[in-house]
């Protein structure tokens, strides 16, 4: 809806023109206006701003502010899904790639000018990660899904972070929102200080870590048991601006969950129902937040009981109805994300 626009006014909803504004404001205080209000600004129309009454189709009555809103919002989550869909299909392309060219790999030990190498192991990873560690001057980006950490996870990287810390290196780790209550991730992040800036999302992409905007290290199978090191440029730039457009959506660590503007439903919860809105199931909706199947339905309960639903398909329609069935809100009014000016502590 934002990106509608019609020949005379080449704009949207979001940004409507001077007349626009007045006769769809006009429109609100009065209940509606006449047909005749609107021939210079068919945008309105257009846009679905104005429709017919049906009482007399000689008057224009508005369309409400608050759906207007929500139309609003569920585009521009619209547009982060896309992002991340075509994140997953490129990891899922390369994995074919990557197949086709291990008999190659295996034939000839790969130089450091490869573009793609299949690391098969954890003891490969380890030493590829820890290579790329020595070497790294500048920053590191990483994308930690899986909700809480645990600390045999952050015990295995601590050496590395550590030697990164040591040489002044930055670092930006993006997590889901379920992070926030790990007692091992806050401890991990008071250690290192202002080395570490760390921010949470609803949902992120599956693993990404990249070292000085050069190499990028992603997993090659479902157990992580194998890994893709990236040395391409432009894959490797594909992926920091993927990192960069989602850091800019996340809530820094030290700033508060918005508020749902809901009594009795959390930011969780609302994000729950708006993956329900999409017909997800319970599995898929704990594994894209990264809480547990029998957390997910506790909180499905909690929201059945809160919009008086007795069954799946009656929580669905009330979910529509309440407007829960687009993204939560986060960042700032005008959709760029957080401002940049949070403590880059984590505490």
């Known amino acids: 809806m934002a990106g509608h626009a019609t020949d005379e006014h080449p704009h949207g909803a979001d940004r409507l023109c001077g007349a626009g504004d007045r006769v769809y404001s006009r429109a609100v205080r009065r209940g509606r ?3 005749t209000d609107v021939k210079q600004v068919p945008c309105l129309l257009e846009l679905a701003l104005l429709h017919p009454d049906p009482d007399d189709m000689d008057w224009l009555v508005p369309t409400p502010p608050q759906e207007v809103m929500t139309r609003l919002l569920h585009g521009v989550y619209e547009e982060v899904r896309k992002s991340q869909r075509r994140v997953g299909s490129a990891v899922a392309a390369f994995e074919w790639y990557a197949g086709l060219g291990r008999q190659l ?3 000839s030990a790969p130089g450091e000018g490869t573009a793609i190498r299949v690391l098969d192991g954890l003891s490969r990873i380890q030493a590829a990660m820890d290579e790329a560690t020595e070497a790294c ?3 590191v980006l990483t994308v930690q899904p899986g909700g809480i950490r645990r600390e045999a996870e952050l015990t295995e ?3 590395r972070a550590l030697a990164l810390r040591g040489r002044g290196v930055r670092m930006r780790d993006l997590y889901t929102h379920v992070a926030r209550h790990g007692q091992g991730l806050l401890n991990y992040l008071e250690l290192m200080g202002d080395a570490v800036e760390a921010r949470t999302l609803d949902e992120v992409i599956d693993r990404l870590i990249l070292f000085d905007r050069t190499v990028a290290f992603i997993p090659a199978n479902a157990e992580r048991t194998m890994a893709l090191e990236l040395r391409h440029p432009a894959v490797v730039e594909y992926l920091v601006t993927v990192f ?3 850091w800019r959506l996340a809530i820094p660590l030290t700033a ?5 503007g809901i009594e009795g439903i959390s930011h969780r919860e609302q994000s729950i129902a708006a993956l329900l809105a999409e017909g997800h199931q319970d599995a898929v909706i704990a594994e894209r937040l990264g809480i547990s199947v029998r957390t997910c339905r506790a909180h499905i309960a909690r929201l059945s009981d809160t919009l008086g639903a007795v069954s799946r398909t009656q929580l669905g329609v009330r ?3 309440v407007g829960l069935d687009g993204p939560p809100r986060t960042g700032t009014p005008d959709g ?4 940049d000016q949070e403590s880059p502590s984590a505490r």
């Not at 508060?256 to 749902?260: A, G, I, N």
């Not at 760029?336 to 401002?339: D, K």
């Open 244 to 246: 960069e457009r989602l």
């Open 137 to 139: 001057t500048t920053e």
């Open 256 to 260: 508060p969950l918005p508020d749902t």
């Open 157 to 159: 990287g601590l050496h």
């Open 319 to 321: 979910i529509a109805q």
């Open 336 to 339: 760029t994300g957080v401002p």
């Open 33 to 35: 206006v006449p047909r």
């Open 105 to 107: 790999q295996a034939l």
